[in-house]
């Protein structure tokens, strides 16, 4: 009797898709015969997932079992994989991530993601930048000098000698793409791949720049302007599309990931949009009442005092905290309020204390 797809994959029948697709990336992953697992539990981890995976199949499953794919998939026929026709098959292995790498290269999908698809673009690069307390408040230009591939100048890019001709690839005729037939134990297959020849750009110089040897790039020194914005937070990443490493043969270039990295201020703690800080006031002044001119970010403001303000006490003053960084409007700033009590008296504050004692303050 065949085992219920849904002990297979170890989930219960109440499991929605992501769990399901999590579990059978989880087994995959475990049972893949190159990397030491049993392929005939591989097989029925993959036909348990054609189903399930599929809202549709799984449907079908729940109410009729096993039965309602005698002859197709989970039928345990001839000419498919492990009892599944392959030609049921539907996955997309961009969906699966790396897990695409695996099936594909076990059967000759180049990983579901090409090679080529790899190889199109630049590589990305990664910075840190550090920023003061302010310029994460008010939003700053930072311009960095990273040495990396940038497009030759010679070419263009292009890779192509100036003034020589570009023509269409005589190995994959302008696709750009070869299509090949692979034989593997589960039946052949036929598969594209990107052509080795033009990198998958369909064209070809008819004499390569001998400024960057036909690679479109060259290493070289490249100073690179962004603009980071006001309210970012330490630990964010901001993604400069376009400012990675460039592509070979005119491919586009790779994306820049600035990871940002704040310095702490000793008058203010930043919480979210929020900002903290801590203020002495004048014991008359939280007595009676009145105003008194702080500190804020990026400049000062006038602190409303209530009058009979306790030590501690802590007083808001709207929007005066850090911009918020998708939106509009600001958080607000906290101020706790503490008496100044002076450690050195003058003689006629002294006075003035003693006659205030006389009267029970």
Do not use: W
């Amino acid at each position: 009797m065949a085992r219920d797809y849904y002990d297979i994959l170890g989930v219960p029948k109440g499991a929605n898709q992501d769990e399901i697709k999590k579990a059978f990336r989880k087994k995959a992953h475990e049972l893949h015969p190159d990397k030491g697992g049993d392929a005939a539990a591989f097989k029925e981890v993959n036909e348990a997932y054609q189903v399930l995976g599929d809202a549709k199949k799984r449907s079908t499953y729940d109410q009729f079992g096993h039965a309602a794919f005698q002859g197709g998939a989970g039928s345990g026929g001839p000419g498919g994989f492990g009892g599944f026709d392959m030609n049921g098959m539907n996955i997309n292995f961009d969906d699966l991530g790396d897990l695409g790498d695996v099936l594909g290269n076990m059967f000759g999908f180049g990983g579901g993601r090409s090679s080529g698809s790899r190889s199109s673009r630049g590589a990305d690069k990664e910075i840190a930048v550090t920023l003061s307390f302010l310029e994460s408040f008010t939003g700053v230009t930072k311009q960095v000098s990273l040495r990396m591939h940038v497009a030759c100048a010679a070419c263009s890019g292009s890779g192509a000698e100036p003034g020589s001709k570009i023509a269409t690839c005589s190995t994959c005729h302008g696709q750009g793409r070869v299509m090949r037939v692979q034989q593997t134990p589960f039946g052949a297959f036929q598969t594209a791949a990107t052509c080795s020849a033009c990198h998958g750009q369909g064209k070809m110089p008819e004499k390569a720049c001998k400024a960057c040897g036909g690679e479109g790039k060259k290493v070289e020194e490249k100073t690179i302007s962004f603009s980071i914005p006001a309210g970012i937070s330490d630990g964010e990443t901001l993604k400069i599309s376009g400012s990675g490493e460039a592509g070979s043969h005119g491919t586009p270039a790779g994306d820049l990931y600035v990871h940002i990295r704040v310095s702490k201020d000793s008058r203010f703690v930043r919480e979210g949009n929020d900002v903290m800080s801590e203020v002495f006031i004048p014991y008359s002044t939280c007595a009676l009442g009145g105003s008194a001119t702080i500190d804020v970010v990026g400049g000062s403001a006038d602190l409303v005092i209530p009058s009979g303000t306790q030590s501690g006490t802590v007083l808001k003053m709207k929007g005066k905290g850090f911009p918020f960084l998708h939106g509009h409007g600001r958080g607000d700033h906290h101020v706790t309020v503490y008496p100044d009590v002076p450690v050195r008296p003058s003689k006629d504050q002294k006075k003035a204390l003693e006659e205030l004692k006389g009267l029970g303050l």
